[in-house]
């Protein structure tokens, strides 16, 4: 089978995808207030010594925390609320390796400008909302209602 077969079609399926752009953006703002404030309970536990590398630590809360949602349930506690999740190329939830793979190619595409960019323009007009990593994994948000 390809690619193409094995994810909803989004002309065909287009309620899979109907506003997955906007509740991703609306799922990373949540995700980010919740890795900010997870970042912040530590902080003291350090003898707030992590202020001194706090992007860092905040980078690999968000690492964590990415990994292990998407490997525990294919979505982040922000994708949830809004009730998306990821599915990979064969329209399978994540496991840890994909899970992996996705957070460092989101991680990679955040810390640079032009890729971030990219990616926030290719969830706007491509058929299936996918965004640079999506695209290079073949991994799609789906809305968890029309889970198939």
């Excluded at 590398?53 to 690492?63: A, S």
């Excluded at 925390?65 to 994540?94: C, K, P, V």
Aim: proline share 5%; no cysteine; hydrophobic share 55%.
């Amino acid at each position: 089978m390809t690619y193409d077969t094995m994810l909803p079609d989004p002309d065909r399926h287009a309620e899979f995808y109907a506003g997955v752009p906007t509740k991703r953006a609306l799922a990373w703002v949540a995700d980010m207030v919740l890795i900010a404030v997870v970042t912040a309970i530590i902080v003291p536990f350090t003898a707030f010594t992590a202020l001194f590398f706090l992007p860092f630590l905040y980078l690999v809360v968000g690492f964590v925390y990415r990994t292990l949602t998407l490997a525990g349930g294919s979505a982040t506690w922000g994708m949830r609320l809004m009730a998306i999740e990821l599915r990979d190329y064969r329209g399978q939830r994540f496991d840890l390796a994909t899970a992996i793979l996705h957070t460092l190619g989101y991680s990679i595409s955040i810390g640079m400008v032009a890729p971030q960019v990219l990616s926030a323009g290719l969830m706007l007009v491509t058929p299936r909302a996918q965004g640079l990593t999506d695209l290079l994994m073949g991994s799609v948000a789906i809305n968890r209602a029309a889970r198939y």
